[in-house]
């Protein structure tokens, strides 16, 4: 009863130390039998209508090196993100901490870990190399998250070639299969390069969904990355239905400010697909990084078209 009166209780905590002690004092509230009714909202934290927003933490790197993960993660609660894919994983842990410890301080604070970016390519090694994912699978398990992504490909230094293609489509099958036994599903994510280079006319990126097996590997689709790729993400969202699985937002700068992809027809069709989850990313910045990732989710917490 109380996790539910935690996520449809308004934060308003200036004379409170955290929404923690707020939502304790909530709780006392109600087993007293008091209801405020001013306090009533959808959600616990800003996101408001109850809105998914997700947001790749990538986009406060600096943040995080300034000032650490636990207030980076206040500050994106308060923004009213609500669903965090991590870009930093080391030896069985994110940012430092445990993914126990992480995933306390994310959920205290509202929110899930659902994602991480993380990456190790082949190295000659396979025991080595297995073991590293072997280990990641049960870091990512313990942290509660749905997928583990590899963000870059290794082909843009070793050769989009048909056979190295084919090499880490194997290597991305045994990965997924490893992850299945968790729960956590395998993926990759692209930039332009795997829709700029072709082997005999095939971008390299569909070429990547042929040599990957369906069961075990899907795929984080950066909308961004592939118009300036030269492809319309909608058009492989229809193509790949069931291969395409995430979604990256994102623009030039925050979302929405250059309207680079057509977020509409995007989440239209994300819609369509039953995708369920995405994820904000802002690499380059008009204002502070802050600055930019609170306006991409005013953006869309906005936006008709967010469900």
């Not at 409170?16 to 709780?27: G, H, L, T, V, Y």
């Not at 069985?92 to 190790?120: I, Q």
């Not at 795929?219 to 395409?244: A, N, S, T």
């Not at 697909?273 to 904000?280: A, L, Q, S, T």
């Amino acid at each position: 009863m109380y996790e539910f009166l935690s996520d449809l209780l308004i934060i308003k905590y200036d004379t409170m130390q955290s929404r923690r002690d707020f939502i304790k004092q909530a709780s006392m509230m109600v087993a007293g039998g008091i209801v405020v009714p001013d306090l009533l909202s959808s959600c616990g934290n800003k996101s408001q209508g109850g809105k998914y927003l997700g947001l790749q933490l990538y986009s406060l790197r600096d943040m995080i090196r300034d000032e650490g993960i636990q207030k980076t993660l206040t500050i994106v609660s308060e923004m009213g993100y609500n669903s965090l894919e991590t870009a930093s994983y080391n030896d069985g842990k994110f940012y430092g901490e445990t993914p126990e410890n992480l995933k306390k301080m994310v959920e205290d604070l509202g929110m899930k870990l659902t994602a991480s970016h993380l990456g190790r390519n082949i190295t000659g090694d396979h025991d080595a190399d297995m073991a590293w994912w072997n280990k990641a699978v049960e870091a990512h398990n313990a942290a509660g998250m749905k997928y583990m992504v590899m963000p870059s490909s290794p082909l843009r230094d070793e050769g989009a070639t048909l056979d190295n293609i084919k090499r880490y489509g194997n290597y991305f099958n045994e990965i997924g299969l490893i992850s299945a036994g968790a729960s956590v599903q395998f993926g990759y994510h692209n930039h332009a390069f795997e829709f700029e280079n072709k082997v005999d006319g095939v971008p390299v990126y569909d070429l990547m969904l042929e040599n990957t097996s369906p069961d075990h590997v899907l795929f984080e689709l950066d909308v961004y990355w592939i118009k300036i790729g030269g492809y319309d993400p909608v058009d492989y969202m229809k193509k790949y239905p069931k291969r395409i699985k995430i979604l990256h937002i994102k623009d030039e700068t925050a979302i929405g400010a250059q309207n680079t992809v057509d977020y509409k027809a995007v989440f239209d069709q994300a819609y369509v697909n039953g995708i369920k989850d995405w994820y904000v990313e802002v690499e380059r910045y008009d204002g502070t990084p802050q600055e930019d990732v609170q306006k991409s989710a005013d953006f869309l917490r906005k936006a008709d078209f967010v469900k």
